[in-house]
Structures are given as structure tokens and as C-alpha cells.
């Protein structure tokens, strides 16, 4: 009787880390072709409500705020994103940049988050490279990324971060298929 309990503690961690893994795979939709990409983001809900201020807020702020995008070779949600970023600077005047992979994931470990993939958004002050707030991973609809954007400003100015962690908390995680390592030594 006193054994059971022992023998129990593996099979929660185990259990634990294949929930894990599976709430992983259902957050994370890796994509490899258009099809794919529209029906995984026919499933996201659209931000229809936004607050009376919203427009008038992201325009008089575009200044003070920069996206960044990871983005990878041959990868059609990356592509899909930073049309939807150039969109979003059209209309509201924001900076938009690539960065690379190695300064998302270090990114992602300062935050705790795990590397998903790309693309992945963030928005930064423009004068402080160190704060920063992931607004996208994978691609979303316009509005999604407009109201991301929107959080994360108020997130960085004083919003109390659980509230907007909680309303961007439906990230779509549309992700690109990582290409396939290669095999020969010269590849690697």
C-alpha cells in the first residue's frame, strides 16, 4: 500500500509531460502549403469590439513603438504575417523589421515562452530593445495583429500585463513547416 504512491509520482510526471506535449501540438498548426494555412485560419475567431480609442491610439503612438518578425526562407505563414505587418503600417504608421531566429528564441527564453517556430511578432519601444511583448505567433487575421498591437502598447505603458496576456491569449500559432535537416555533413 505504501508503494503505491511512489509508483504513482512517475506516471503524473509522465502524464503531465504528454499533456504537455499534446497541448503543444494543438496551440502549434505547422503549415506547409496555402490550403492548409486558409482552412487553419478559417478556425480563428475574428476581434470584432474594440475600444472607442483604438485607431486614434495606435496612430498617435506609432512613433514610440516598432514589430519585429522572425521570419524563415520558404515560409508562407512568415509571408502571410508581414503582409498582414505592411498592411498594419500603412494604416497606422508603425515600424515594421525582420530579425532573426537566434534573437527570437533568445527572446522567447527571456520571456519563459517556448520556440514555436516562425514567424513570430513582437512590439518594442522604439528606445528599448529589452521590453518587449510577443503580439503574433504564427499568422492572424488583420484585426487580431491590430488589436495585439494595441495590448501590447497598453501592456507597455502601465496595463496590467494579466489583462492583456488574457486577451491575446487566442495566439493562432500558425506556424511554417521547418525544412528537413540534411543528411550529408556539408548541409549541417
Known amino acids: 500500500m505504501v508503494i503505491l504512491p511512489w509508483l504513482a509520482v512517475p506516471a503524473i510526471g509522465d502524464a503531465q509531460q504528454i499533456n504537455r506535449k499534446a497541448a503543444m501540438r494543438a496551440a502549434v498548426h505547422p503549415v506547409s502549403n496555402v490550403a492548409d494555412m486558409r482552412l487553419w485560419l478559417s478556425r480563428v475567431p475574428v476581434t470584432r469590439d474594440f475600444p472607442p480609442d483604438f485607431q486614434i491610439m495606435l496612430r498617435s503612438q506609432a ?20 503582409a498582414k505587418l505592411q498592411a498594419f503600417r500603412a494604416q497606422y504608421g508603425w515600424q515594421v523589421r525582420t530579425i532573426g531566429a537566434q534573437e527570437a528564441m533568445l527572446r522567447s527564453g527571456r520571456l519563459g515562452l517556448p520556440w514555436v517556430g516562425n514567424p513570430v511578432a513582437w512590439v518594442r519601444p522604439v528606445t528599448d530593445p529589452n521590453r518587449m511583448v510577443p ?54
Open 63 to 82: 512613433s514610440l513603438y516598432v514589430i519585429e518578425i522572425s521570419t524563415a526562407p520558404a515560409c508562407l505563414p512568415c509571408g502571410d504575417l508581414w
Open 135 to 188: 503580439i503574433a505567433i504564427g499568422t492572424d487575421h488583420e484585426a487580431n495583429i491590430a488589436r495585439n498591437a494595441w495590448l501590447a502598447a497598453r501592456m507597455l505603458t502601465g496595463a496590467r500585463a494579466a489583462v492583456g496576456v488574457r486577451a491575446m491569449s487566442k495566439f493562432t500559432g500558425i506556424v511554417g513547416v521547418r525544412a528537413p535537416a540534411s543528411s550529408s555533413p556539408k548541409g549541417r
